[in-house]
Protein backbone atom coordinates (compact mmCIF):
# COMPACT_ATOMS: atom_id res chain seq x y z
CA UNK A 1 0.00 0.00 0.00
CA UNK A 2 3.13 2.45 0.80
CA UNK A 3 4.55 1.87 -2.61
CA UNK A 4 1.58 2.52 -4.29
CA UNK A 5 0.68 5.53 -2.26
CA UNK A 6 4.65 6.87 -3.15
CA UNK A 7 4.15 5.85 -6.78
CA UNK A 8 1.09 8.24 -6.88
CA UNK A 9 2.72 10.99 -5.28
CA UNK A 10 5.80 10.42 -7.10
CA UNK A 11 3.47 10.97 -10.47
CA UNK A 12 1.62 14.10 -8.95
CA UNK A 13 5.01 15.50 -8.43
CA UNK A 14 5.56 15.38 -12.05
CA UNK A 15 2.47 17.46 -12.94
CA UNK A 16 4.47 20.52 -11.29
CA UNK A 17 8.19 21.28 -12.66
CA UNK A 18 10.98 21.94 -10.17
CA UNK A 19 11.56 25.42 -8.78
CA UNK A 20 7.60 26.42 -9.69
CA UNK A 21 5.13 27.84 -7.06
CA UNK A 22 2.69 25.68 -4.84
CA UNK A 23 0.11 28.02 -6.92
CA UNK A 24 1.98 27.94 -10.44
CA UNK A 25 3.07 30.63 -10.57
CA UNK A 26 6.98 31.66 -10.80
CA UNK A 27 8.51 33.21 -7.75
CA UNK A 28 11.99 34.51 -7.80
CA UNK A 29 12.56 33.90 -3.85
CA UNK A 30 13.54 30.82 -2.29
CA UNK A 31 10.63 28.05 -1.11
CA UNK A 32 10.57 27.47 2.35
CA UNK A 33 7.74 24.40 3.66
CA UNK A 34 6.65 23.85 6.76
CA UNK A 35 5.06 20.55 7.98
CA UNK A 36 2.93 22.33 11.10
CA UNK A 37 2.87 25.83 12.78
CA UNK A 38 5.64 26.24 15.05
CA UNK A 39 8.34 25.86 12.44
CA UNK A 40 6.26 27.70 10.33
CA UNK A 41 5.71 31.04 12.26
CA UNK A 42 9.66 30.33 13.20
CA UNK A 43 10.84 31.30 9.68
CA UNK A 44 8.00 33.81 9.57
CA UNK A 45 9.87 35.52 12.06
CA UNK A 46 13.13 35.48 10.90
CA UNK A 47 12.91 35.45 7.53
CA UNK A 48 9.93 37.46 6.96
CA UNK A 49 8.90 38.23 3.22
CA UNK A 50 12.22 37.17 1.79
CA UNK A 51 11.44 33.50 1.17
CA UNK A 52 7.93 31.68 -0.54
CA UNK A 53 7.19 30.51 2.59
CA UNK A 54 4.19 27.22 2.90
CA UNK A 55 2.74 25.73 5.03
CA UNK A 56 1.08 22.62 4.71
CA UNK A 57 -1.01 21.31 7.31
CA UNK A 58 -3.70 24.13 7.10
CA UNK A 59 -5.42 26.35 10.21
CA UNK A 60 -7.68 24.05 11.94
CA UNK A 61 -6.12 20.76 10.11
CA UNK A 62 -4.85 17.74 12.49
CA UNK A 63 -1.68 16.43 11.53
CA UNK A 64 -2.61 12.97 12.81
CA UNK A 65 -3.89 11.11 9.63
CA UNK A 66 -3.82 14.25 7.38
CA UNK A 67 -3.98 13.82 4.08
CA UNK A 68 -1.42 15.97 1.58
CA UNK A 69 -3.18 17.09 -1.42
CA UNK A 70 -1.75 18.10 -4.86
CA UNK A 71 -0.57 21.50 -4.17
CA UNK A 72 1.05 20.20 -1.28
CA UNK A 73 2.70 17.75 -2.97
CA UNK A 74 3.80 20.26 -6.09
CA UNK A 75 4.94 22.61 -2.72
CA UNK A 76 7.42 20.04 -1.72
CA UNK A 77 8.97 19.01 -4.91
CA UNK A 78 9.82 22.63 -5.71
CA UNK A 79 10.83 24.07 -2.57
CA UNK A 80 14.64 24.64 -1.20
CA UNK A 81 14.11 23.84 2.00
CA UNK A 82 11.85 21.58 3.92
CA UNK A 83 11.65 21.81 7.78
CA UNK A 84 9.60 18.90 9.82
CA UNK A 85 8.80 17.62 12.98
CA UNK A 86 9.96 14.19 11.98
CA UNK A 87 7.46 12.34 14.14
CA UNK A 88 5.68 9.17 13.38
CA UNK A 89 2.09 11.91 13.42
CA UNK A 90 3.71 13.04 10.56
CA UNK A 91 4.57 10.14 8.42
CA UNK A 92 2.44 11.93 5.69
CA UNK A 93 4.89 14.42 5.44
CA UNK A 94 7.37 11.66 5.53
CA UNK A 95 5.85 10.38 2.30
CA UNK A 96 5.96 13.73 0.63
CA UNK A 97 9.77 13.70 1.20
CA UNK A 98 10.12 10.42 -0.02
CA UNK A 99 8.19 11.35 -3.07
CA UNK A 100 10.55 14.24 -3.79
CA UNK A 101 13.80 12.36 -2.91
CA UNK A 102 14.28 11.18 -6.71
CA UNK A 103 13.46 14.95 -7.97
CA UNK A 104 17.13 15.94 -9.49
CA UNK A 105 16.62 19.34 -6.95
CA UNK A 106 15.41 17.81 -3.99
CA UNK A 107 15.04 20.01 -1.11
CA UNK A 108 17.21 20.59 1.90
CA UNK A 109 15.45 18.60 4.54
CA UNK A 110 15.81 19.64 8.69
CA UNK A 111 14.49 17.01 10.95
CA UNK A 112 13.86 19.61 14.39
CA UNK A 113 13.57 16.66 16.66
CA UNK A 114 16.89 15.28 15.35
CA UNK A 115 18.65 18.49 16.36
CA UNK A 116 21.69 18.30 18.71
CA UNK A 117 20.49 19.72 21.78
CA UNK A 118 17.09 18.79 22.15
CA UNK A 119 16.24 15.42 24.47
CA UNK A 120 13.26 14.00 23.34
CA UNK A 121 10.78 12.84 26.46
CA UNK A 122 8.69 9.68 26.37
CA UNK A 123 5.01 10.60 26.61
CA UNK A 124 4.83 7.10 28.77
CA UNK A 125 7.14 8.72 31.10
CA UNK A 126 5.15 11.69 31.65
CA UNK A 127 3.36 13.05 34.97
CA UNK A 128 0.15 12.25 33.53
CA UNK A 129 0.95 8.35 33.71
CA UNK A 130 1.79 8.43 38.03
CA UNK A 131 -0.39 6.80 40.44
CA UNK A 132 -1.66 4.32 37.97
CA UNK A 133 -4.03 7.07 37.03
CA UNK A 134 -4.56 4.72 33.93
CA UNK A 135 -5.77 1.60 33.83
CA UNK A 136 -4.30 0.31 31.17
CA UNK A 137 -0.14 0.24 30.12
CA UNK A 138 0.68 2.11 26.75
CA UNK A 139 3.39 1.33 24.46
CA UNK A 140 6.30 4.33 25.27
CA UNK A 141 6.09 6.83 22.77
CA UNK A 142 8.16 9.98 22.39
CA UNK A 143 6.20 13.03 22.85
CA UNK A 144 6.74 15.17 19.53
CA UNK A 145 5.99 18.42 20.69
CA UNK A 146 9.53 19.78 21.54
CA UNK A 147 8.33 23.18 20.39
CA UNK A 148 6.50 23.23 24.40
CA UNK A 149 10.05 23.69 25.79
CA UNK A 150 11.58 27.28 25.64
CA UNK A 151 14.65 26.33 25.57
CA UNK A 152 13.96 24.04 22.23
CA UNK A 153 12.31 26.30 20.63
CA UNK A 154 15.20 28.75 20.83
CA UNK A 155 17.58 25.46 19.22
CA UNK A 156 14.96 25.49 16.44
CA UNK A 157 14.89 29.16 15.84
CA UNK A 158 19.14 29.11 15.80
CA UNK A 159 19.04 25.78 13.57
CA UNK A 160 16.49 27.42 11.40
CA UNK A 161 18.43 30.79 11.13
CA UNK A 162 21.52 29.19 10.09
CA UNK A 163 19.56 27.01 7.58
CA UNK A 164 18.26 30.38 5.99
CA UNK A 165 21.88 31.81 5.98
CA UNK A 166 23.07 29.47 4.38
CA UNK A 167 19.74 29.74 1.15
CA UNK A 168 19.84 32.82 1.20
CA UNK A 169 23.43 34.52 1.97
CA UNK A 170 22.92 38.11 1.43
CA UNK A 171 20.03 38.26 3.98
CA UNK A 172 22.09 36.47 6.71
CA UNK A 173 22.86 39.75 8.40
CA UNK A 174 18.88 40.25 8.57
CA UNK A 175 18.16 36.78 9.36
CA UNK A 176 21.03 37.23 12.54
CA UNK A 177 19.31 40.28 13.36
CA UNK A 178 15.46 38.89 13.47
CA UNK A 179 16.76 35.71 15.29
CA UNK A 180 18.69 36.97 17.97
CA UNK A 181 15.42 39.90 18.45
CA UNK A 182 13.08 36.59 18.61
CA UNK A 183 15.64 34.83 21.21
CA UNK A 184 15.32 38.01 23.64
CA UNK A 185 11.46 37.17 23.59
CA UNK A 186 12.07 33.21 23.64
CA UNK A 187 14.11 34.11 27.22
CA UNK A 188 11.60 36.51 28.26
CA UNK A 189 8.75 34.08 27.74
CA UNK A 190 11.08 31.60 29.97
CA UNK A 191 11.46 34.03 33.10
CA UNK A 192 7.74 34.72 32.51
CA UNK A 193 7.16 30.89 33.09
CA UNK A 194 9.51 30.36 35.78
CA UNK A 195 7.95 33.44 37.76
CA UNK A 196 5.00 32.06 37.69
CA UNK A 197 5.71 28.54 38.39
CA UNK A 198 7.91 29.60 41.13
CA UNK A 199 5.56 31.56 43.08
CA UNK A 200 2.69 28.89 42.28
CA UNK A 201 0.41 27.80 45.26
CA UNK A 202 0.68 24.68 43.78
CA UNK A 203 2.57 22.61 41.19
CA UNK A 204 -0.19 20.15 40.16
CA UNK A 205 -2.62 20.51 36.23
CA UNK A 206 -5.48 18.71 35.91
CA UNK A 207 -6.40 18.30 32.13
CA UNK A 208 -9.99 16.28 31.20
CA UNK A 209 -8.47 15.90 27.93
CA UNK A 210 -5.64 14.45 25.70
CA UNK A 211 -2.02 16.13 26.86
CA UNK A 212 0.83 16.51 24.85
CA UNK A 213 2.43 19.35 27.29
CA UNK A 214 5.31 16.97 28.44
CA UNK A 215 8.35 19.48 27.87
CA UNK A 216 6.10 22.13 29.55
CA UNK A 217 5.54 20.26 32.59
CA UNK A 218 9.28 19.03 32.86
CA UNK A 219 10.94 22.17 32.26
CA UNK A 220 8.94 24.10 35.33
CA UNK A 221 8.75 21.39 37.49
CA UNK A 222 4.88 20.73 36.91
CA UNK A 223 2.89 17.67 37.69
CA UNK A 224 -0.17 16.41 35.33
CA UNK A 225 -3.07 13.69 35.29
CA UNK A 226 -4.63 13.96 32.48
CA UNK A 227 -7.96 12.05 30.92
CA UNK A 228 -5.96 10.27 28.09
CA UNK A 229 -2.54 9.62 27.62
CA UNK A 230 -0.26 11.75 25.99
CA UNK A 231 -2.12 12.60 22.25
CA UNK A 232 -3.49 9.07 22.28
CA UNK A 233 -7.02 8.91 20.30
CA UNK A 234 -9.94 7.32 22.12
CA UNK A 235 -13.06 7.28 22.29
CA UNK A 236 -13.90 7.94 26.06
CA UNK A 237 -11.43 7.38 29.37
CA UNK A 238 -11.97 4.89 31.68
CA UNK A 239 -14.61 6.10 34.25
CA UNK A 240 -11.73 5.03 36.96
CA UNK A 241 -9.54 7.10 35.25
CA UNK A 242 -11.98 10.34 35.48
CA UNK A 243 -13.38 9.54 38.73
CA UNK A 244 -9.50 9.76 40.25
CA UNK A 245 -9.20 13.10 38.37
CA UNK A 246 -12.18 14.30 40.25
CA UNK A 247 -10.70 12.75 43.85
CA UNK A 248 -7.86 14.76 42.98
CA UNK A 249 -9.34 17.88 42.28
CA UNK A 250 -11.54 18.00 45.23
CA UNK A 251 -8.62 16.74 47.78
CA UNK A 252 -6.47 19.24 46.44
CA UNK A 253 -8.88 22.42 46.00
CA UNK A 254 -7.64 22.25 42.18
CA UNK A 255 -9.29 25.53 40.55
CA UNK A 256 -8.82 24.87 36.85
CA UNK A 257 -9.52 21.91 34.96
CA UNK A 258 -8.00 21.87 31.25
CA UNK A 259 -8.87 21.36 27.80
CA UNK A 260 -6.79 21.43 24.74
CA UNK A 261 -7.48 23.60 21.70
CA UNK A 262 -10.27 22.09 19.40
CA UNK A 263 -11.48 20.09 21.72
CA UNK A 264 -15.45 19.75 22.28
CA UNK A 265 -14.07 19.38 25.94
CA UNK A 266 -17.05 17.20 27.24
CA UNK A 267 -14.74 14.85 29.36
CA UNK A 268 -13.31 18.54 31.25
CA UNK A 269 -17.13 20.03 30.76
CA UNK A 270 -18.20 16.44 33.19
CA UNK A 271 -15.16 17.11 35.86
CA UNK A 272 -16.12 20.52 36.48
CA UNK A 273 -19.91 19.60 36.84
CA UNK A 274 -18.95 17.56 39.83
CA UNK A 275 -16.04 19.64 41.58
CA UNK A 276 -16.79 23.44 40.40
CA UNK A 277 -13.87 23.53 38.89
CA UNK A 278 -13.21 26.48 36.27
CA UNK A 279 -12.29 25.31 32.86
CA UNK A 280 -9.72 26.71 30.11
CA UNK A 281 -7.90 25.92 27.53
CA UNK A 282 -3.46 25.58 27.27
CA UNK A 283 -2.14 25.65 23.44
CA UNK A 284 -0.54 23.23 22.58
CA UNK A 285 0.95 25.30 19.56
CA UNK A 286 0.65 22.47 17.20
CA UNK A 287 -1.79 24.19 14.75
CA UNK A 288 -4.27 27.18 15.38
CA UNK A 289 -7.48 28.42 14.31
CA UNK A 290 -8.67 29.90 10.33
CA UNK A 291 -9.30 33.19 12.70
CA UNK A 292 -6.00 33.13 14.53
CA UNK A 293 -3.98 32.20 11.94
CA UNK A 294 -5.73 35.06 9.52
CA UNK A 295 -5.28 37.49 12.58
CA UNK A 296 -1.39 36.61 12.77
CA UNK A 297 -1.06 35.29 15.76
CA UNK A 298 2.19 33.98 16.77
CA UNK A 299 3.60 30.88 18.88
CA UNK A 300 4.66 33.63 21.33
CA UNK A 301 1.24 34.89 21.47
CA UNK A 302 -0.27 31.25 22.28
CA UNK A 303 2.30 30.88 24.85
CA UNK A 304 1.71 33.84 26.79
CA UNK A 305 -2.06 32.79 26.63
CA UNK A 306 -0.57 29.78 28.13
CA UNK A 307 1.19 31.87 31.22
CA UNK A 308 -1.77 33.60 31.75
CA UNK A 309 -3.85 30.39 32.42
CA UNK A 310 -1.10 28.77 34.07
CA UNK A 311 -1.21 31.99 36.38
CA UNK A 312 -4.95 31.23 37.28
CA UNK A 313 -4.25 27.48 37.56
CA UNK A 314 -1.21 27.51 40.00
CA UNK A 315 -2.54 30.32 42.29
Given amino acids: MKKIMLLTLSLLLLLCPAGCAADGEQDPRPQVVATVFPQYDLVRAIAGDTVNLTLLLPPGGESHGYEPTPKNMAAVTACDLFIEIGGPSEQWAADLRQAAAGDAAAPRVLTLMALEGITLL ?7 DHDHIHEHDHTREIDEHIWLSVHNAAIMAETICQELCALVPENAALYRTNTDAYLEELEALDARLTEITAQAARRTLIFGDRFPFRYLTHDYGLTAYAAYPGCAVEGEPAPATVAALIERIKAEQIPVVFTIEFSR ?12 A ?30 DALAEALN
Fill in 122 to 128: NTAESNA
Fill in 265 to 276: GEVADAITAETG
Fill in 278 to 307: KRLELHSCHNLSPADFAAGVTYLDLMHRNA
